[in-house]
């Protein structure tokens, strides 16, 4: 897989050297075990797999290419680059201005955009309407096109299932940069309808059937739908997509959902005809960080630490599955962990960051889980790692932890 040019800051001496053995020891990725790091009263778990992904590094490093070849122009970002507001504000920094925000609502009005200027097009692609926009600006939509390739294959794969007349299930957040992109670019060639869970797959396999008014369909699902959907007849032959950062188990569920409830409707011997057994879009990154996750679920541990944005889809979905298990704090970097015993963290239910005290149990050996997300730098994993380390003085020095750890994978 190609190496990407990163800016030093997002580097680890650390993790990423861990991470590296573990890619050369396991290059067919058949163990999701832990690499666990023993520094004598605490350790650590670190996953098989986590942290930035290839469409990730991708962006960055045509990022900064951009600003260091282009000085004195004009740089935009359509949103964020990626769900990380340590990146997206180093991007800030360097001088290019975002043109809206995640939701869509603008910070600078088209018209203010000139055929001079650069508009990078992030991580999770954008809309058909955008990218026609910025055409007629004068705006060279392709040169600075960070569009990761594991989205663009989920819109080539909805593209390919409407013009076989299949209708569109996109398991995504309506709201999210990418599921709004690939409903814009499913929707050009077939009825498209978005999904959030399994429950709303639910109501919507109980339309199908019958058991729910057809036309609730309009008022339930209400700015998710195409234009021009025909409840009556657009839901007799599906197939499944998915926002490439969904739970993989939540993907599969739907779609085994839906080949259930056409079976019923049409009968077995015609599902062929009703429903698409699509392989799921997730990308590989996702599913090897959430693989990675399931084997965390095998150890034991006195908690565990998440590291990422707190918009980030796919490490919202990291946190949903360690805590059904373990004690979940989910952070953005070191500076949310003030001491031993306190600590800020994002509560995925309420959606609100929360404060809590006497985070680290009260015991002589306390064991910690630590993973990130995919667009979560390794250096930020470093200092969370070093800082709590910081509460155990008689901690073993980490040069020589490393250096078993090494020598051992």
């Not at 990626?82 to 603008?106: A, C, K, R, S």
């Not at 989910?330 to 509560?347: L, Q």
């Amino acid at each position: 897989m190609k190496k990407f040019e990163i800016p030093d800051q997002y580097k680890s001496s650390i993790i990423s050297l861990i991470k590296q053995k573990r890619k050369e020891k396991d290059p067919k990725k058949r163990d999701y075990s832990p690499t666990e790091l023993d520094f004598g009263p605490v350790k650590f778990l670190i996953p098989r797999h986590f942290g930035f992904c290839y469409g990730v590094e991708n962006a960055i490093e045509i990022a900064y290419k951009t600003i260091n070849e282009n000085t004195g122009k004009r740089i935009f970002l359509l949103s964020e680059m990626i769900h990380n507001p340590l990146v997206n504000q180093d991007l800030i920094d360097h001088g290019i201005e975002f043109i809206m925000d995640t939701q869509g609502n603008m910070f600078i009005d088209w018209e203010e955009i000139t055929p001079e200027d650069i508009v990078i097009i992030p991580a999770f692609g954008t809309s058909i309407e955008t990218e026609e926009k910025l055409k007629r600006l004068g705006i060279d939509t392709r040169r600075y096109n960070t569009t990761c390739p594991f989205v663009e294959k989920v819109w080539n794969r909805a593209e390919l299932l409407g013009n076989q007349g299949y209708t569109i299930i996109i398991h995504g957040k309506h709201k999210h940069e990418e599921t709004r992109a690939t409903f814009s670019h499913s929707n050009k060639s077939a009825p498209s309808v978005i999904v959030r869970n399994i429950d709303e797959a639910k109501i919507l396999s109980d339309i199908i059937l019958g058991k729910l008014e057809k036309n609730k369909f309009y008022e339930l699902f209400e700015g998710k739908f195409s234009k021009g959907f025909d409840v009556n007849k657009d839901l007799d032959k599906v197939g499944i997509v998915n926002q490439t950062t969904m739970l993989a188990s939540e993907t599969q569920e739907i779609a085994d959902l839906f080949k259930r409830t056409l079976i019923e409707k049409f009968g077995e011997e015609n599902i062929k005809y009703h429903f698409a057994d699509t392989r799921d879009t997730l990308c590989y990154a996702t599913n090897d960080n959430q693989q990675a996750t399931y084997g965390l679920l095998k150890e034991n541990a006195d908690l565990a630490i998440v590291v990422g944005g707190y918009k980030s889809s796919n490490t919202s979905h990291l946190v949903e599955l360690l805590e059904n298990k373990f004690n979940t704090f989910f952070i953005t970097d070191e500076t949310k962990i003030v001491s031993e015993n306190e600590i800020y963290h994002f509560d995925i239910h309420e959606k609100a960051e929360k404060h809590s005290l006497h985070f680290l149990p009260p015991k002589e050996n306390v064991k910690i889980i630590l993973t990130s997300g995919a667009s979560c730098p390794d250096s930020v994993v470093d200092k969370v790692l070093n800082k709590i380390l910081s509460f155990f003085p008689s901690a073993k020095s980490t040069g020589a932890v490393y250096d078993s750890i090494i020598n051992a994978v």
